[in-house]
Each structure stands twice: as structure tokens, then as C-alpha cells.
């Protein structure tokens, strides 16, 4: 018959907060083992003739942190092979144990019967100590875990775990990046008896020469969206939400997709312009500015029950774990080129795309031509209808500019419009074998022609309307010479 593993929740330290259960299980146990004598429960259960063995010396043994929860695991499971076991752990044995949580993925699948016995943890002791309710909810996370992401200053939050001070200097970095420093919080320790004493403090003092020891912890209320100095992203999807409120923004709430077609375009272009400036500031402005577009067309649609921005963010998450099964899926691939293959025949499949005439369709018309014209000639080429090389290439770009003059010789208006239209697609198929994107190069040709141009009207001696074209060429290849020595372009 297998062993029996029961785990109980030892509370905080008070004997009242003992459970009758776990009482019971620890007077009948064949063998109990304490994950640490260092708790207040413990004098009760000598008085009561409970007799133990505790796990303290793997801490006082350990040189390696990640060495202890491992070495603790085998010792209880090979306790529990020989019989019965009861482990006794602080607070409840579902909340922040790290032990409890190793031994259960341990024994998945195994023969060992499991009970676990509830106990009152710490958070709920501060909880009430400190007379908050959290009917809003609360999270409860590990210090020496924390996860960044997870601080989240619109719920109440009990941070366990904060058993040292250089732990807790560190804890306090990663709350200054989301909480005020102001922000007045809670400190826990228990004393001898397991009673909480309570410290309020500001959030930047919290590791000013205080004694830390296993049973601190720190609680941070909730905050207002005014009272903090840093966001989490849902905190501008609920902005958004009181912007488009019946009592909201008349502005905002006027606007829809349509409208908000040219914002869209113009802050993407804002984006593009400040990584060409190279200023990570004004980049991070304005990808939120993009952000906010997207939170505001989600918005728009669940008001009209079409979508919301968790069906956006899940469509986005699921496309990128479908596309990259060399990730998240058992296929191998080694260069850029493969996943990019990769990823264009799973995009074809998904949306049924059943001949390469479909997928050049498929290519969006509302892009500006130069884009488009590149990307189509780019899933051309992986249906191997490309040019060998780029001399070929040159080539055809040659034999187009010559069809076009002779167009013009003709006069022909139906002519030039075509042979006009198969030059530019023929130099966007050389600057596609030169790996540049046509319409970022023409966006700097034309930033290029604007400076030099400045430079002729500003060195003019009169008016540019009262001179001849040599001289204001003159001028134009003083401002190429000068910009070429100071790299200008």
C-alpha cells in the first residue's frame, strides 16, 4: 500500500489559529517533519508531547540557495516511503510555500496518497491586523520570486517572504517602478507568540535599519489612477473606457474606426521619423501613441459588440505561437530564411490560400504603392519567380527606362502611364535584391532634396524666382558638397 503524505498549514505562530485538523493529524502522526522549528506554534506542540523533526539543517547547511528546496524534497519523500509523514509548514500550505509547491510537481503521477490540511496565512493574519478587508481581492507574491510584472498597484498586494535586508533593499527597487515612493505601507513581523506587529512606513524607507527576519512581510493598499506615477497597460485601457463613458470626452466619444483612419497613419509615422532621429524619448512616446490608437479602436468595438482588447491581444499571442513552432512546436530551424518560409506557408494555410495568385491578392491595395509592389514581388520570389541575380535585375530596370523614353518619343499618354509604372516597379525590384526598402529610401531622398533645397533659398542673393537654373545648380552642388564632408547624406 502506498505511503500517505499529509500536509499542514501551521498558521501564523498562535495556537488558536491551529486548526482542530491539523492538531489532530500532528498528535497522530507516525512521523512529523517541520519545514522549521524557528515558528511560534512550536512550544505548543512540545507542551503537548508532539514530537518532531525539522529541516533547518539543510538551510544552516546550504552554501546554494537553488541546493535547499531540492534536498528538502528528497528528505521528505524518503520519510514518506518508509511510512506515513506529516509536514508542517508555516502559514497556509497553498500560499507562497515554495516546499509544498516542489514536492507536489515531485510526486504527480506517483503512488503517494496526499491530504492537505488548511491554515491561516500570513497574509490573512496582517489582513486582519491592519483591519483591511480585500474585497476587491488581493494578490499574494514571494520576495525571493517576485515577477516585476506582476506588481500591480490597483490591487491590494502582500508580499511574503521578506526575510533579509539586502532581499528587501531589492524588493524595494522593484516597487519604486510601479509604486509611489510615497506610498504608505504596511510592514509584518510576528513576534515570539505569533502576533503581528504592524509598521507603517513610506514605500522609500522600507529597508531603513530595520530587522528583517522568515516571518516579514510587506502589504501595499491599492491605488488611485491619480496617485501613481507609473501604469500598467491596463490602466490605459480603463482611461479609455471613462473617456468614452456618456460622461466622458465629448471628442473622444464622436469619434469612430473611420475617423480614426488618419490618426492611426499619422502616429506611425511619427514613430518611424523618431527612430530615424535616434531619439528613444520622443520613441517611446510615440509607440504609446500607436498603443493608444489600438486601446481606442478596441474600445470603439466592444461598444458596438464587435471585439475588445482581449480578443485583439489573443489573436495577436495565438498568431505568434502558431507562426513560430520552431518555439513553441517540435519543428527545426536553424537561419532567419527558414523561419521566414516557415512563417509564410503556416500564413497561407491559416487563411486557405490555395494558389500564389491568392496570396498576391492577399497583399493589402490600401499600402502605399512602393510597399506594396515590394512585398508582392517578394512573395513572388518565394514562389521562384525571380531574377537569378541582381545584374538581371539592373537589367530590366535598363530596358524600362529605355521602353519609357520611347514612350515618350511617341507621345503617347496610355503609353507613358504604363511604361512609367513598370520603371518604378522595376526599381523597386533592384532595391529589393539590394536588401532596401524603396519606401524608407524615397522617404530620404525627399528629406535629403528638402535640406539641400534650404541651403540653395537660404545662400540665394535674391530671390530663387529671379534666378536662372545654373545658377541655383551651382548652389545645389555646394550644399552636396557640404553635407557629403559633414555626412550629412
Known amino acids: 500500500m502506498s505511503s500517505k503524505i499529509t500536509i499542514v498549514g501551521l498558521g501564523t505562530g498562535r495556537h488558536e489559529e491551529l486548526t482542530l485538523g491539523a492538531l489532530e493529524a500532528l498528535r497522530s502522526g507516525k512521523q512529523v517533519i517541520l519545514r522549521t522549528k524557528h515558528h511560534g506554534i512550536v512550544p505548543f506542540l512540545i507542551e503537548r508531547g508532539i514530537s518532531f523533526s525539522s529541516l533547518d539543517d539543510i538551510y544552516d547547511n546550504s552554501e546554494n540557495f537553488d541546493y535547499i528546496y531540492p534536498e528538502m524534497v528528497n528528505r521528505v519523500l524518503a520519510a514518506a516511503k518508509k511510512e506515513d509523514l506529516v509536514l508542517g509548514v508555516p502559514g497556509h500550505p497553498m500560499v507562497g510555500e515554495r516546499l509544498v509547491y516542489e514536492i507536489l510537481k515531485e510526486i504527480e503521477g506517483s503512488e503517494f496518497q496526499l491530504e492537505i490540511l488548511s491554515g491561516v496565512s500570513q497574509d490573512h493574519s496582517v489582513l486582519a491586523a491592519i483591519h483591511q478587508c480585500g474585497v476587491e481581492g488581493i494578490k499574494v507574491l514571494s520576495a525571493a520570486e517576485l515577477p516585476e510584472n506582476q506588481l500591480d498597484p490597483g490591487i491590494p498586494t502582500v508580499i511574503t517572504g521578506m526575510d533579509n535586508s539586502i532581499l528587501v533593499a531589492e524588493i524595494k527597487l522593484k516597487l519604486l517602478a510601479v509604486y509611489p515612493a510615497e506610498a504608505k505601507v504596511f510592514i509584518s513581523k510576528l513576534n515570539q507568540d505569533g502576533s503581528p506587529d504592524i509598521e507603517e512606513v513610506l514605500l522609500h524607507t522600507l529597508d531603513h535599519s530595520r530587522k528583517f527576519d522568515h516571518t516579514s512581510c510587506v502589504y501595499l493598499p491599492s491605488?488611485?489612477?491619480?496617485?501613481?506615477?507609473?501604469?500598467?497597460?491596463?490602466?490605459?485601457?480603463?482611461?479609455?473606457?471613462?473617456?468614452?463613458?456618456?460622461?466622458?470626452?465629448?471628442?473622444?466619444?464622436?469619434?469612430?474606426?473611420?475617423?480614426?483612419?488618419?490618426y492611426l497613419i499619422e502616429e506611425t509615422y511619427e514613430v518611424l521619423e523618431a527612430i530615424d532621429l535616434k531619439d528613444m524619448d520622443k520613441l517611446a512616446e510615440e509607440l504609446g501613441d500607436v498603443l493608444l490608437q489600438v486601446v481606442f479602436h478596441a474600445q470603439v468595438a466592444r461598444e458596438h459588440g464587435e471585439f475588445d482588447i482581449g480578443d485583439v491581444i489573443t489573436e495577436v499571442c495565438q498568431k505568434m505561437i502558431n507562426r513560430h513552432t520552431h518555439i513553441f512546436g517540435d519543428v527545426e530551424l536553424n537561419s532567419a530564411e527558414q523561419v521566414v518560409d516557415n512563417w509564410e506557408a503556416i500564413k497561407k494555410e491559416e487563411k486557405g490560400l490555395k494558389s500564389h495568385t491568392q496570396v498576391l491578392k492577399d497583399i493589402p491595395n490600401i499600402l502605399p504603392a512602393l510597399m506594396r509592389s515590394y512585398k508582392v514581388q517578394k512573395k513572388a520570389a518565394l514562389a521562384g519567380f525571380d531574377w537569378d541575380k541582381i545584374e538581371d535585375a539592373v537589367a530590366k530596370l535598363e530596358e524600362e527606362f529605355e521602353e519609357l523614353k520611347e514612350a515618350y518619343r511617341t507621345g503617347n499618354k496610355d503609353e507613358i502611364h504604363e511604361e512609367m509604372g513598370d520603371l518604378l516597379f522595376a526599381v523597386v525590384n533592384v532595391s529589393r535584391f539590394l536588401k532596401e526598402e524603396p519606401e524608407l529610401a524615397l522617404t530620404d531622398a525627399i528629406e535629403k532634396f528638402i535640406r539641400r533645397f534650404a541651403y540653395v533659398e537660404k545662400n540665394a542673393n535674391r530671390p530663387l524666382e529671379e534666378m536662372t537654373l545654373q545658377e541655383m545648380d551651382s548652389l545645389w552642388n555646394q550644399a552636396k558638397e557640404r553635407f557629403n564632408a559633414e555626412k550629412g547624406v
Open 223 to 262: 491605488f488611485e489612477l491619480m496617485d501613481l506615477n507609473r501604469y500598467k497597460f491596463r490602466h490605459l485601457v480603463e482611461i479609455m473606457e471613462m473617456l468614452r463613458a456618456p460622461d466622458g470626452c465629448p471628442w473622444d466619444r464622436e469619434q469612430s474606426h473611420e475617423s480614426l483612419k488618419q
